[in-house]
T-cell receptor
Framework: RKEVEQDPGPFNVPEGATVAFNCTYSNSASQSFFWYRQDCRKEPKLLMSVYSSGNEDGRFTAQLNRASQYISLLIRDSKLSDSATYLCVVNIYNFNKFYFGSGTKLNVKP | NAGVTQTPKFQVLKTGQSMTLQCAQDMNHNSMYWYRQDPGMGLRLIYYSASEGTTDKGEVPNGYNVSRLNKREFSLRLESAAPSQTSVYFC?????????????FGDGTRLSIL
């Protein structure tokens, strides 16, 4: 079983739409959680960390549900520039090991 | 501020050739990582180095070796390249001082093995 699982998508949404991605993780000892954004043929870039109480950064909101072992990312008022693959990343008890989901592809269309 | 720098950006090898991928960071981070990314798959950890002088295996270490030359540099070596090692390789670094410190990535090395 994979440590981190994501729906690969693609999610095709119109500009201005709200879209949500979920990511599940299998190890209850997971400590830290992140969402990264990866553009085609580019390196992953940190979008936001995910905190236990949930956190927001502009149009982006991240939530953590430890009981059900999933994290979510909500994007409001989608822009064309939001088109990318979104990677869920989990850091397990050994602080140096990070596990990546295979990514969810988002296409925002005019 | 360059962040994480990887060289080369692209490389084509023949089966059996050897090669070293270079990575350097200028953020004074303690921890450094090598990942590979294959189509339809997430990044998979090859090796990491928690601090200068230490290295540890990740999920997919077979066929690779690493050297943490100093705090700035972490190299990945393929001793005898195989077609299965065709991939995009990313180096990353992070500050190891606390929880919730994210990784910062270089822009990748695209490696093809014929």
């Amino acid at each position: 079983r994979k440590e981190v699982e994501q729906d690969p998508g693609p999610f095709n949404v119109p500009e201005g739409a709200t879209v949500a991605f979920n990511c599940t993780y299998s190890n209850s000892a997971s400590q830290s959680f992140f969402w990264y954004r990866q553009d085609c043929r580019k390196e992953p870039k940190l979008l936001m960390s995910v905190y236990s109480s949930g956190n927001e950064d502009g149009r982006f909101t991240a939530q953590l549900n430890r009981a059900s072992q999933y994290i979510s990312l909500l994007i409001r008022d989608s822009k064309l520039s939001d088109s990318a693959t979104y990677l869920c990343v989990v850091n397990i008890y050994n602080f140096n090991k990070f596990y990546f989901g295979s990514g969810t592809k988002l296409n925002v269309k005019p | 501020n360059a962040g994480v720098t990887q060289t080369p950006k692209f490389q084509v090898l023949k089966t059996g050739q050897s090669m070293t991928l270079q990575c350097a960071q200028d953020m004074n981070h303690n921890s450094m990582y090598w990942y590979r990314q294959d189509p339809g798959m997430g990044l998979r950890l090859i090796y990491y180095s928690a601090s200068e002088g230490t290295t540890d295996k990740g999920e997919v270490p077979n066929g690779y070796n690493v050297s943490r030359l100093n705090k700035r540099e972490f190299s990945l070596r393929l001793e005898s390249a195989a077609p299965s090692q065709t991939s995009v390789y990313f180096c990353a670094s992070r500050e190891h001082s606390a929880l919730a410190q994210p990784q910062h990535f270089g822009d990748g090395t695209r490696l093809s093995i014929l």
